[in-house]
């Protein structure tokens, strides 16, 4: 079973960035589309961004202009760097990746476990 291995998470101060990473926990084929999600407590799931293969990306409004997603089709990998932090950022963020294990597998989504941001007031 993939496992996705968010990293990045952590502590800055309003203002700041960070940036965040998602890799599977095994050697895979490609990876089709990635996104980030967030989710503050109380509250649902929110969509960030996305990239798909192509390579072209969108954002939700709340990001839009602050936040940048990227793929490394090399590692497979999908990051996301945040800039101009604000406290309202500071929830658990998740990565989804839809994958192909190998070059005949049909594509398959996967969640990440969630990583923390913090942003203190």
């Known amino acids: 079973q993939v496992q996705l291995m968010e990293s990045g998470g952590g502590l800055v101060q309003p203002g700041g960035s960070l940036i965040l990473s998602c890799a599977a926990s095994?050697?895979?084929?490609?990876?089709?589309?990635g996104g980030w999600y967030r989710q503050a407590p109380g509250k649902e799931r929110e969509w960030v961004a996305s990239?798909?293969?192509?390579?072209?990306?969108n954002y939700a409004d709340s990001v839009n202009g602050r936040f940048a997603i990227s793929r490394d089709s090399d590692k497979n990998t999908v990051g996301l760097k945040m800039n101009s932090l604000k406290p309202d950022d500071a929830v658990v963020y998740y990565c989804?990746?839809?994958?192909?294990?190998?070059?005949?597998?049909?594509?398959?989504?996967?969640w990440g476990e969630g990583t923390r941001v913090t942003v203190p007031t």
């Open positions: 990239v798909v293969s192509g390579g072209s990306t």
């Open positions: 989804t990746l839809d994958i192909r294990k190998t070059m005949t597998s049909r594509k398959q989504t996967y």
């Open positions: 095994q050697t895979i084929f490609s990876i089709n589309a």
